[in-house]
């Protein structure tokens, strides 16, 4: 089966294609991983980043209109949706005018992926979470391309993309193994997700403020380093040493599975606000204080998965969403769960850490292979969809 995955639920527009076999989605428990073949046929990002960097973060309104301007492009250039479109080369009517045209010249920034023009059996959307304008660009052009082809469409928990990005890794599919504990941070969620089967999940907790990837973009903004702030802070952080400033780790120690981030971006604040302007220009200070800062979020999302391990004696983690694009996150994550007999430590591959549509394509395939399927003509955006 191939799916056509698409995503627009934030600052990347992404479309792919994915050859999806179903004995790949029928792992037995006593079988040892799935045999099937899983292969991304075509995959494109065109990424806001550049754009939003200028604003310090997301703008919505912006977010959709350059969806509006990506989509059709990266479609026909996917799967051919009409002669008469425009290519992308050619440029958008709709990118946008002044200081945001010039960024926007510059997207998408991945122009690799040739034209293929590929036949496809079913179509993926993100139908939610997300920001709901954005969401609707992608969600209307796969009703469109529903209503059109006549193929079967299926809307996509976002967060069921980020959990299925492991899967699209060859080596992590024949260590696949229910129960799978995932920890999925991201620049809106960071939860603990048992999952017993595909598409068979328990949230074991969940972020009660802000996201680990929120905390990572909100210090960064306050120490002036830039969007988004997760890959400013790791680089910033090289060399730092992390135990330089004293941070709290929120609820590190409680018994549930919840996190809180809030508080250590207000105690960040504050040691920022005490540096004086001179010391906030000191390299070696502001390695210091992004080092201390990834350490906090990290010791925070490995103690609580460890005890999450402890609990519920996983087959295996997966670490997935923005925030596991951190070296050192996985790094110490993988050491930690070494210590827990038995347990291995999966990730997605370079490049699918953050929003793309394969995991959107791969978390459909795996409904569509259910049998689930939706009616185009009553599918809306579901900006604040729970797992
Ligand atoms: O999954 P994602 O692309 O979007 C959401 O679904 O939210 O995650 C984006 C988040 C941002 O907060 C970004 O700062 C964070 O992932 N991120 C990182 C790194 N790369 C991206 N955080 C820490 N270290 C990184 N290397
Ligand atoms: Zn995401």
Not at 329 to 356: C, E, F, W
């Amino acid at each position: 089966m191939r799916v056509l995955g698409i995503e627009t639920s934030c600052d990347e527009t992404s479309v792919a294609v994915l050859d999806v076999q179903s004995a790949a989605c029928n792992v037995q428990r006593a079988e040892r991983g799935a045999r099937g073949r899983v292969k991304i046929l075509h995959h494109e990002i065109a990424s806001q980043i550049g754009v939003h960097a200028l604003y310090g973060g997301v703008v919505p309104e912006v977010a959709a209109r350059l969806h509006v301007a990506e989509t059709i492009a990266l479609l026909d250039r996917a799967i051919g949706i009409t002669d008469t479109v425009a290519s992308r080369d050619a440029g958008s009517p709709f990118v946008l005018r002044d200081k945001r045209r010039r960024a926007g010249e510059r997207l998408p920034t991945s122009r690799t992926a040739r034209p293929h023009r590929l036949p496809f059996d079913a179509i993926a959307v993100t139908q939610g979470p997300g920001l709901a304008t954005a969401l609707r660009v992608g969600i209307e052009a796969g009703r469109a391309i529903a209503f059109v082809t006549d193929k079967p469409i299926i809307g996509v928990n976002h967060l069921e993309g980020h959990l299925a990005s492991a899967w699209l890794v060859p080596a992590n599919r024949t260590r696949w193994r229910f129960p799978i504990l995932s920890l999925l941070v991201s620049g809106g969620h960071s939860e603990l997700v048992l999952m017993h089967d595909f598409c068979t999940y328990r949230v074991l907790g969940r972020t009660r403020d802000d996201a680990a990837g929120e905390a990572f973009d909100k210090t960064a903004k306050l120490m002036g380093l830039g969007y988004p702030g997760g890959p400013a802070i790791a680089k910033a952080a090289e060399g730092g040493d992390p135990s330089a400033f004293t941070l709290p780790r929120p609820m590190m120690h409680g018994k549930n599975f919840d996190f809180s981030f809030s508080g250590l971006k207000t105690a960040v604040r504050r040691e920022w606000e005490s540096l004086s302007a001179s010391a906030r220009k000191k390299p070696k200070i502001v390695s210091d204080l992004a080092a201390s800062v990834q350490q906090a979020i990290i010791d925070v999302l490995v103690a609580k998965t460890i005890r999450a391990v402890q609990q519920y004696h996983p087959a295996a983690v997966t670490v997935v969403g923005g925030v596991s694009a951190n070296r050192a996150l996985y790094a110490q994550l993988k050491r930690a769960i070494q210590s827990q007999k038995g347990t291995i430590v999966m990730a997605p591959a370079k490049g699918l850490h953050t929003d793309n549509a394969a995991m959107i394509a791969a978390a459909g395939a795996w409904r569509i292979l259910k049998g689930a399927r939706h009616d185009w003509r009553k599918m809306d955006a579901k900006p604040e969809w729970d797992l």
